[in-house]
């Protein structure tokens, strides 16, 4: 018996590469940083070279080193957004990845070709303006880029003021392409795409708003076996530290998933399932490898039903917002437990 598996169709990552490129209207260049944000960087990085993605970024050096392992030969640019950090320089030229170079220091320590990254009030990464001044007279500078802290909030005055910024800060390397967007930025419009858009959580199922978007496919659909259906009388708790206490005899159903597949102890008590064409509430705390939910009154919940937890009918923003958290950070820690799937070629 299959208990927890996470299926990724990737024919609906090709799909969501196709709408943000098609949406920002120039080159979409894939963030495949932590494991493609927990899919699969590698999967997911053949199938988007398939899809015609030349360039890629990822966070790490070992992200890029990877990721060039599987490319190969092919001629894919991979940008690592830390940068010449101390002692990389001789693994970034090996596995021929471009760094971005953050600050003053960086630029000193490589060479090569590399790309500016300009701080545009994030104040994450990134040089300041004044200092990407001194760097104008710089070779291969093969991007110059800005990152935007709001673009999930169209409405938000800091989009406006970063464009306003990296405008100023682009006409410093009027010889090098530009690219400020991310998922979020590409819906802000034609204005914020130049000539590259940095898609991550969309090409992956997230919404570029913090919310489901029906322009954006399902990729990952983590779904769980039920173990046992049991009658819990009223009055009774229901799993670790007695957080939920039936108000009537309920049917429980105690599904196979819990912390190490990726579902957060911070569900409980906003948390819901999908199963038999309908939205069940969990039961209490997700207590290490379970998870109870109510499915009184179903019929169809049997030992070895597969239940969805995040997929099509839930879609992983508001199970994230269920929990407490973000699309980002639910997606990105989807654990190796769950048996994995790939729909869809590589
Ligand atoms: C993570 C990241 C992206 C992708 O952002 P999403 O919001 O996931 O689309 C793009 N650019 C940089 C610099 C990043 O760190």
Redesign the pocket.
């Known amino acids: 018996m299959t208990v927890a598996r996470l299926t990724i169709d990737l024919d609906a990552l090709a799909r969501n590469y196709a709408t943000l490129r098609d949406q920002a209207g120039v080159q979409a260049a894939p ?1 495949i ?1 932590a494991d493609g ?1 927990g899919v699969g960087a590698l999967e997911a990085g053949l199938r988007l070279w398939r899809e015609g993605a030349r360039s890629f ?1 990822v ?1 790490r050096l070992a992200e890029g080193e990877a990721l060039r392992g599987v490319l190969g030969d092919r001629d894919a640019t991979i940008y690592v ?1 830390d940068g010449p950090t101390p002692g990389s320089q001789d693994r970034l030229r090996t596995a021929r990845l471009t760094p971005v170079i953050n600050s003053l220091d960086q630029a000193k320590a490589w060479d090569g070709p590399a790309a500016i990254h300009i701080d545009t009030g994030m104040n994450r990464l990134g040089l300041t303006l004044d200092e990407a001044a001194t760097l104008t007279g710089r070779p291969d500078v093969a991007l110059v ?1 800005s ?1 935007l802290a709001c ?1 999930g909030q169209p409405d938000h005055p800091m989009n406006a003021l970063q464009l306003a910024r990296f405008r100023e800060a682009r006409a410093l390397f009027p010889a090098a392409p530009a690219s400020l967007a ?3 930025g590409i819906f802000l419009g034609r204005d914020y795409a130049f000539d590259q858009v ?5 090409l992956f199922g997230g919404g570029p708003h913090d919310r489901p978007d029906a322009r954006i496919a399902t990729v990952a659909t983590l779904e769980a076996a039920i173990l046992q259906v049991r009658t819990v009388p009223a009055g009774e708790t229901i799993g670790y530290g007695g957080a939920f206490t039936a108000e009537r005899d309920l049917r429980v159903a105690i599904l196979a998933a819990g912390y190490a597949d990726g579902v957060p102890w911070t569900s409980h008590p906003k948390g819901a399932v999908w199963f038999a064409g309908a939205r069940r509430r969990m039961l209490g705390r997700v207590s290490m490898d379970m998870i109870a939910v109510d499915v009184t009154g179903c019929d169809e919940a049997q030992p070895g039903a597969m239940v969805e937890i995040i997929g099509p009918n839930l879609p992983v923003d508001e199970a994230a917002r269920a929990a407490g958290t973000t699309a ?1 950070e639910l997606l990105t820690r989807l654990s190796p437990r769950a048996e994995r799937r790939y729909v869809g070629a590589v």
């Open positions: 963030a940083k944000y970024h966070a957004l880029m990152h673009a991310s998922s979020g940095r898609p991550g959580i969309s980002y």
